[in-house]
């Protein structure tokens, strides 16, 4: 294989201990065994019970990485819609936990945050720049920002389809806030172009 960069990700696994990153640490240290240049980025839930034994676990695996490879990873955690729609659209999340997971990512050296939003659920312009200034003053760095789209007739309904040029508004907004890679648009995820880097 040529890889080049890589995403990790996965569901709530709150059945175990260390919430599954005993799995991203192990799967980061073969990667960079095998290709020691190769991008990595996690993308994570929120680590519910157990934030700071998944930080140290990454900590950790970055630390022990053989003499000359990449130390550098992007993690991602996506806060997915504005507080007051928390509830409804991330039920068993909390919007206050994701923001400290993503602050406490922040601190650790050669890591890289990175969060996404989902629009049409509802939200007000005033609440999604607020939760981008949220990111910001956690330490994030990367936001994507992409259209809600329903993916069957027992999920929640796209409330409104935005237009590009909304799009357009809310990455200079994230620009303005000091973010250093913004992606937004219709059809952004957040691990569209993930391997670019602003």
């Not at 991330?90 to 923001?99: A, C, H, N, T, W």
């Not at 406490?104 to 890289?112: H, M, N, Y």
């Not at 330490?139 to 309904?157: A, E």
Request: glycine letters at 8%; a neutral charge.
């Amino acid at each position: 294989m040529n890889l080049k960069y890589v995403v990790l990700t996965s569901v709530n696994r709150d059945d175990l201990p260390d919430g599954g990153v005993g799995v991203f640490a192990d799967t980061l240290r073969e990667l960079r065994r095998r290709w020691p240049g190769i991008g990595v980025e996690f993308l994570t839930p929120d680590f519910r019970n157990c934030q700071e034994k998944a930080i140290q676990g990454v900590h950790d695996a970055l630390a022990g990485l053989p003499e000359g490879a990449n130390r550098t990873l992007v993690w991602g955690h996506n806060v997915e819609t504005v507080p007051r729609l928390y509830r409804q659209v991330r039920k068993g999340s909390k919007y206050e936990r994701s923001l400290a997971l993503l602050e406490a990512v922040a601190r650790l050296d050669a890591v890289e945050t990175k969060s996404a939003l989902m629009l049409g659920l509802g939200e007000t312009r005033d609440e999604v720049v607020e939760v981008l200034a949220d990111l910001r003053a956690r330490g994030v760095r990367r936001v994507s920002l992409g259209q809600y789209l329903q993916p069957t007739l027992h999920h929640l309904p796209v409330l409104r389809y935005l237009p590009p040029d909304e799009f357009a508004d809310y990455e200079l907004v994230a620009r303005r806030l000091g973010f250093t890679w913004v992606k937004a648009g219709p059809l952004m995820r957040s691990s569209y172009y993930a391997e670019e880097q602003s």
